[in-house]
């Protein structure tokens, strides 16, 4: 019989859902985020919480819950601001055209009601 290993699933979670939004955080922190200041002003600014402490959050397991949180409020405002007009198409090679980012939003919700799992920073806290 094969056993389980929950906390293993949780890290690659964690890696995956986590660290590949890193990259979009990093690359605004490269190449600015002026476009989005200049059409939500001040709160164009909350993207660096939403895709680089979120996501360096839950790389580490540490207050993964609200950091998921977080990540997918942050992805929720993605496609409510930049990416309405995708909700209902396809894409030009058959899939979803914002499952990319659903992904992300999906991976932080199931982080929220799991948690970090074992392999994680913190573990004692509600939170985590």
């Not at 949180?69 to 993605?78: D, E, F, G, N, Y």
């Not at 030009?92 to 980012?101: M, R, T």
Request: charged residues 10%.
């Amino acid at each position: 019989m094969i056993s389980k290993n929950t906390d293993l699933g949780l890290l690659l979670l964690r890696i995956s859902t986590g660290g590949l939004m890193l990259f979009h955080g990093v690359s605004k922190l490269i190449h600015g985020i002026s476009f989005l200041v200049e059409n939500m002003g001040v709160f164009g600014y909350a993207v660096y919480i939403g895709e680089v402490l979120a996501p360096i959050a839950i790389l580490l397991g540490f207050r993964t819950r609200i950091a998921a949180v977080l990540l997918a409020i942050t992805c929720v405002v993605a496609v409510a601001t930049a990416h309405a007009q995708d909700i209902f198409s396809i894409s030009d090679h058959g899939g979803y055209a914002l499952e990319l980012l659903m992904l992300y939003l999906f991976g932080a919700v199931a982080l929220f009601f799991t948690g970090a799992g074992k392999f994680a920073l913190s573990k004692n806290n509600q939170w985590d």
